[in-house]
């Protein structure tokens, strides 16, 4: 079976819950994102080492002080000889590499990353916490290109659109009252999905898009509506 980033993901994701953190796919560019007791570590993956994917981590790094690649093992004498022309540049770039072997279910690290002494950029480790924080599942798969992927702000449209269509139009502190979030009203008046139409001032409804697309999103919605109550409280 041909290998591709994605078919890599369940074995790091595996690899890393059995160390205790939380796994996340596809979190603001970054294929694998783990978190256990305030530790961020950041996962690239790909089908083989390459320079792309060294300069993927060290971006990775802007956010993250234990950033590692992962890649297939290598099985002939050649690719074994270039792994191991690899590790110097990835120790002198502080760049972890994890080795995942896809017949026999392992990931072994064979280069730990050292410890970090660039400046990371505190603005961008916020945004990606943020983009976690703001998920109720993953849904992703890390590694996966060209599909579309659920991110925080998909996941507090489909709860705005979900209640829309439940209750039928209303006004933002009324949805927010629902749990939707101190996004709403942004959510609802920038209309990125075209979901949303404004009835009237200061108040929404689900358009016939975000209607049909809302089947698209069928698990992601269920999930919503759950969380909704059955009846608006007086």
Not at 133 to 153: C, E, F, L, V
Request: with cysteine; charged share 25%.
């Amino acid at each position: 079976m041909a290998q591709t980033e994605s078919s890599l993901y369940p074995l790091v994701r595996d690899f890393l819950e059995k160390q205790g953190f939380v796994v996340h796919a596809e979190a603001k560019n970054c294929d694998v994102v783990g978190v256990k007791d305030g530790d961020l570590v950041v996962v690239e993956l790909k089908v083989a080492l390459s320079l792309e994917l060294l300069a993927q981590g060290l971006e990775r790094m802007k956010v993250s002080e234990t950033v590692y690649v992962a890649v297939p093992a290598p099985k002939a004498a050649a690719q074994v000889a270039r792994f191991k022309s690899f590790f110097p540049i990835l120790r002198k770039l502080e760049l972890g590499l994890l080795s995942v072997d896809m017949g026999n279910d392992l990931v072994t690290v064979l280069v730990q990353p050292q410890p970090y002494q660039r400046r990371r950029q505190p603005k961008a480790r916020r945004a990606l916490l943020l983009e976690i924080a703001g998920r109720s599942g993953s849904d992703n798969i890390g590694g996966s290109s060209r599909i579309k992927i659920i991110t925080a702000y998909r996941e507090s449209a489909t709860l705005i659109a979900v209640a829309l269509r439940r209750f039928g139009p209303m006004k933002p502190r009324d949805l927010r009252t629902l749990g939707t979030g101190p996004k709403t009203l942004s959510i609802l008046s920038t209309n990125v999905y075209g979901w949303f139409s404004r009835q009237d001032r200061g108040i929404y409804a689900l358009a016939e898009k975000g209607r049909v697309e809302l089947a698209n999103w069928q698990t992601l919605a269920e999930r919503k509506e759950a969380l909704l109550p059955d009846a608006l409280s007086k």
